[in-house]
């Protein structure tokens, strides 16, 4: 069993930040790749960000520039620094995460979500 927990989301008005993050607790043996989505009503889910276990990183062109991922490996953690926020920024962020778990089964595991709402 293996869960993911975002945190971090809420209301920030245009040109403000947040810091979000998740973090993945339970049989965990080791974590591979870890990233970031989000989901607007009426949109599919979008990639934002992804950083693998040796720290290499990439972006969606739509949030290259303004955010930043990153992970603590010791705490089973990634973080997602949002700064330069727009309205359009608006959606619910998941984390995801390429976990091997203690059984040395190999999955893709996702967080619940957080709102993030950009407005003023």
């Known amino acids: 069993q293996v869960q993911l927990v975002e945190s971090g989301g809420g209301l920030v008005q245009p040109g403000g930040s947040l810091r979000l993050s998740c973090a993945a607790s339970g049989s965990i043996f080791s974590i591979n790749t870890m990233g970031w989505y989000r989901q607007a009503p009426g949109k599919q889910r979008e990639f934002l960000a992804r950083?693998?276990?040796?720290?290499?990183?990439n972006y969606a062109d739509s949030v290259k520039g303004r955010f930043t991922i990153s992970r603590d490996n010791a705490k089973n953690t990634v973080y997602l620094q949002m700064n330069s926020l727009k309205p359009e920024d608006t959606a619910v962020y998941f984390c995801t995460a390429r976990v091997v778990t203690t059984a040395r089964v190999t999955f893709d595991s996702w967080g619940q979500g957080t709102q993030v709402t950009v407005s003023s």
């Open positions: 950083i693998t276990s040796g720290d290499s990183t």
